[in-house]
């Protein structure tokens, strides 16, 4: 079964962390030239149709770079291929997000 996953992450110093794994191989970008807890409303907009992607970020294109895969090894094959959606703080038991456990802000669609 498989278990991709989409994150999209601020990180306590400010940056914004994206990443998406794409079975085999994973793509992201961190931004660090401005900071995302500032206050301010920031946009994020995300499209992939096959390969192609495009990251815009406070509506600038952000380049997409292969990234190291986080792996599945602590996961029980009950918890692979789930279908779930984590947004906000949602304390999980995915290793892989072990570094993202809390939230305290806004988001809005």
Known sequence: RRSYYLLVALTSEGELVFEE???GSALGARIKDRNFLNGARHSVYYQRTGDNAVLMVDREEVPLAPILVLTLTDL??????ANEV??????????????YKS????LSS
């Open 21 to 23: 794994d794409r079975e």
């Open 86 to 99: 984590q947004v906000g703080g949602l304390n999980t038991s995915d290793p892989r997000f072990t570094a």
């Open 76 to 81: 029980t094959s009950s918890d692979k291929g």
């Open 103 to 106: 939230y305290s802000g806004c």
